[in-house]
């Protein structure tokens, strides 16, 4: 009797030092859910704020003297890059429509329609070039009439080929703008990332704080940055390649027009050969 009631004592004792044990453990469990919950709901209450507190307006006022500079001079390549795209695209527009109908015109053989145009086209100013030096020549006599026929000839074809190469230059002036855009304001922009990282670094060491709220302010600088850098670039580089295409067109076409012009006037030197 005695052995049974130890025996009895022995499980009771077991049971109730089980039991306390499971009480202790959920204790600890709850507690360490309930700290979790906390810092889940601090983190989430640090976003929250942090997104509602960075606007563009907000990382701009926020942004320090280097970091404005650079955005400055982004904006300013921005705005050159739209003014150069969009005064290149009507040059090119009013020009392949003046060589249309020019080259509709010489088609007719009708080179004194051009002499005595007010336009300033560009047939008319080759024309001018071509009687500027055939005045400026001698008149042929024989014996060296075929021979100074000859030359003049070669002297005319060089001159509206420099008057041509004038023009197509002339219209390609101001891309190389759009190059240099594309090409440097990526790295403008990567200088105000490594100017706002390097904030954010110095934000940790004063603060002795590595939180998300010590660091996303100087972060948030250095992507700004970097987004007007891209959005100084992307466009250059598409407008650039763009108008480089247009300007080879024009070549083409130019070159169509110098031709036929060449032609008319090589016919008009060699009508003197045979007076």
């Known amino acids: 009797m005695k052995l049974m009631i130890l025996l009895y004592s022995l499980c009771l004792g077991v049971f109730f030092a089980h039991a306390q044990d499971n009480v202790q453990n959920n204790t600890i469990q709850n507690t360490q859910d309930l700290s979790h919950t906390h810092l889940t709901q601090d983190s989430t209450k640090t976003l929250h704020s942090l997104g509602a507190t960075m606007s563009f307006r907000d ?31 009507l040059q090119y527009y009013f020009s392949f429509k003046m060589i249309k109908n020019e080259v509709l015109e010489l088609e007719k053989n009708n080179l004194d329609y051009f002499k005595t145009a007010k336009s300033q086209s560009y047939t008319k100013r080759l024309i001018a070039a071509i009687e500027k030096e055939r005045l400026s020549t ?103 390649n763009y108008l480089i295409r247009l300007g080879i067109n024009f070549g083409l076409q130019m070159d169509q027009l110098v031709t036929r012009i060449y032609i008319l006037s090589d016919r008009e030197i060699s009508q003197m050969e045979h007076t």
């Not at 230059?169 to 304001?185: E, P, Q, Y």
């Open 59 to 89: 990382l701009y006022e926020h942004a320090d003297h280097v970091v404005k500079t650079v955005i400055y001079i982004l904006l300013l390549f921005s705005v050159l890059t739209w003014c150069v795209f969009v005064y290149k695209i």
């Open 138 to 240: 001698k008149e042929c006599v024989l014996p060296h009439k075929k021979l100074c026929i000859d030359s003049l000839k070669n002297r005319l074809r060089l001159i509206i080929e420099n008057t041509a190469h004038s023009f197509i230059a002339h219209n390609k002036r101001g891309v190389a703008l759009l190059a240099s855009i594309g090409s440097s304001a990526p790295f403008i922009g990567l200088f105000g990332t490594v100017w706002g990282i390097m904030n954010s670094f110095i934000g940790i060491a004063s603060s002795n704080n590595a939180s998300l709220s010590a660091v996303a302010p100087g972060i948030s600088e250095a992507l700004f940055a970097t987004a007007f850098g891209l959005v100084a670039a992307i466009p250059a580089v598409l407008f650039y």
